[in-house]
């Protein structure tokens, strides 16, 4: 099965700036990865898939990029709505898979 | 809009089994995958499973297999979760989740319904 590693596990930012996420997966999952925001008490919601694409609805300051085992999600011009905990998904090879989450918080 | 509205959770004793309804409205239901996920309380999200428009395929984490059953009835846009023999381990919130047609990636989320597994 293919696990997936996020880092880091937690960022501190401020409203404004730039932060980028990271995952790794453990064989080549060419550019199936996705990516998706959870509030706290919320229901997740999802923001990228295959790599870089958006789902409908979301804003382009969300963008996602990389293929093989190495991903990134960057968010730019952080808003007070965006800090959340981030997961990514596998979904090259079942049985699909999540990261263990990055919890982004405010500085 | 899309809804997808999950039911069938409660509290439930270990080896005991419950099944989860989600029922889904809005789309084409027999177009999508259909997709399960579950979150332990103030853990991440768990991939439990998902099953093809048909039928035809259906896939389960290891932690599931041969104790949980996906299935789905299109002509009642409905998505089944049969959970057999359960754990304590199994006590999460549980999402169904409209998937794409080819990208198997959930799109559209239910609000979730609460399994608690306990004596």
């Known amino acids: 099965d293919i696990q997936m590693t996020q880092s880091p596990s937690s960022l501190s930012a401020s409203v404004g700036d730039r932060v980028t996420i990271t995952c790794r997966a453990s064989?080549?999952?060419?550019?199936?990865l996705a990516w998706f925001q959870q509030k706290p008490g919320k229901v997740p919601k999802s923001l990228i898939y295959?790599?870089?694409s958006l789902q409908r609805g979301v804003p382009s300051k969300f963008s996602g990029s990389g293929s093989g085992t190495d991903f990134t999600l960057t968010i730019s011009n952080l808003q007070p709505e965006d800090f959340a905990t981030y997961y990514c998904?596998?979904?090259?090879?079942?049985?699909?898979?999540f990261g263990q989450g990055t919890k982004l918080e405010i500085k | 809009e899309e809804q997808l509205v999950e039911s069938g959770g409660g509290l439930v004793q270990p080896g005991g089994s419950l099944r989860l309804s989600c029922e889904a409205s809005?789309?084409?239901?027999?177009?999508?995958?259909m997709t399960w996920v579950r979150q332990a309380p103030g853990k991440g999200l768990e991939w439990v499973g998902d099953?093809?428009?048909?039928?035809?395929?259906?896939y389960y984490v290891d932690s599931v297999k041969g104790r949980f059953t996906i299935s789905r009835d299109n002509t009642k846009n409905s998505l089944y979760l049969q959970m057999n023999s359960l754990r304590g381990e199994d006590t999460a919130v549980y999402y169904c989740?409209?998937?794409?047609?080819?990208?198997?990636?959930?799109?559209?989320w239910g609000q979730g319904t609460l399994v608690t597994v306990s004596s």
């Open positions: 295959s790599g870089s």
């Open positions: 099953i093809k428009q048909d039928g035809s395929e259906v």
């Open positions: 989740a409209r998937s794409g047609r080819i990208v198997v990636v959930p799109a559209t």
């Open positions: 809005g789309f084409t239901f027999g177009s999508y995958w």
């Open positions: 064989q080549d999952i060419k550019k199936s």
């Open positions: 998904q596998q979904h090259n090879t079942h049985p699909y898979s």
